[in-house]
């Protein structure tokens, strides 16, 4: 079974600051995708980026970027320009490319706050 | 023009009782997944449904069980509620394909046992 593992509860970021969200998985597959989402106290779960394991160029979406190192199994995402809007619960998520187990596993989560 | 609706957005009901919450989704996905979101704000799959079959069932008491009349619905509905079923349950949907089609997740019904 997969597993994802989000080692920091919470990171705190200056505004228009970068800050780095760390995520490492397990798995024995080698064709699957990774994802980022973020909730914010209004509990919706929003799609911020995402990347095909066998593509080897990193994802970009505007501020969010992530640094995918497929061989150490890790995730990162990074987020550039801090905003007050971007302060959330970040989830780090595992989705195989397999049919029939095209579930998303989950990280804890990590709780990001902006300091104005 | 909500993509994935869910009902109600809160529930608030006694130990003992049953309850069902409902989904649908208007993006054309075939695939439909309820998860469970802890107070710790884990998420956790308990079903998947591709176009109205049950292909993933996560260890979830029997008190649960997923209904899907079309592959734009599934539905949720809890036997002898307890209170640790107290939670935030989301429903999601997908096409089959992963990468050019994320889950899209619905508000989240969140489910108070008293």
């Known amino acids: 079974a997969q597993t994802v593992t989000q080692s920091q509860p919470e990171m705190s970021v200056q505004e228009a600051e970068t800050v780095t969200l760390s995520c490492t998985y397990d798995?024995?597959?080698?064709?699957?995708?990774l994802f980022w989402y973020k909730q914010p106290p209004s509990r919706q779960m929003i799609l911020v980026i995402r990347q095909e394991a066998y593509k080897q160029q990193n994802a970009t979406e505007n501020r969010f970027s992530v640094n995918f190192q497929k061989a150490a199994k890790s995730f990162s995402l990074k987020i550039s320009d801090s905003q007050l809007g971007d302060a959330a619960m970040y989830f780090c998520a595992y989705r195989s490319a397999n049919f029939g187990n095209e579930k998303l596993t989950f990280g804890t989560g990590t709780r990001l706050t902006i300091i104005p | 023009d909500t993509a994935v609706s869910q009902t109600p957005k809160y529930l608030v009901t006694q130990m003992g009782n049953d309850k069902s919450i409902k989904c649908e989704q208007n993006?054309?996905?075939?695939?439909m997944y309820w998860y469970k979101q802890d107070s710790k704000k884990f998420l956790k799959i308990m079903f998947s449904y591709n176009n109205k079959e049950l292909i993933i069932n996560e260890t979830v008491p029997n008190r649960f069980s997923p209904k899907s009349p079309d592959k734009a619905h599934l539905n949720l509905h809890i036997n002898s509620l307890e209170l640790g079923d107290s939670a935030v349950y989301f429903c999601a949907s997908s096409q089959v394909g992963g990468y050019n089609s994320p889950l899209h997740f619905g508000n989240g019904t969140r489910l108070t046992v008293t």
């Open positions: 798995t024995s597959e080698s064709d699957y995708y």
């Open positions: 993006l054309g996905h075939d695939t």
